[in-house]
């Protein structure tokens, strides 16, 4: 398993991955545990989710870059 940067939003280390569905519909996705933030990936590539993670970990001071997908506990309802 790949190793995982601290939560952006809350610093947990408690962080894991799904994967749901059939390939090449397969969604990936990671998640911290503590406060629910997520990035999902479509396609089957958890690598994807996992570098796009670790990517908003360490440029977490950069308010206001949107990039995608990244939400904080509120799921399916996208970014405000
Ligand atoms: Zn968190």
């Not at 939560?7 to 280390?13: I, K, Q």
């Not at 990035?39 to 989710?49: D, N, T």
Request: net charge negative; with cysteine; proline share 5%.
């Amino acid at each position: 398993m790949d190793e995982f940067k601290p939560c952006p939003f809350c610093g947990s280390t408690n962080i894991e991955t799904l994967e749901q569905g059939p390939f090449p519909a397969r969604l990936s996705w990671v998640k911290c545990r503590e406060c629910y933030a997520m990035i999902k990936r479509k396609g089957g590539e958890l690598q994807k989710a996992a570098a796009a993670w670790n990517r908003r970990a360490a440029d977490h001071t950069e308010e206001g870059e949107n990039d995608g997908d990244i939400s904080d506990g509120a799921g399916d309802q996208g970014a405000f």
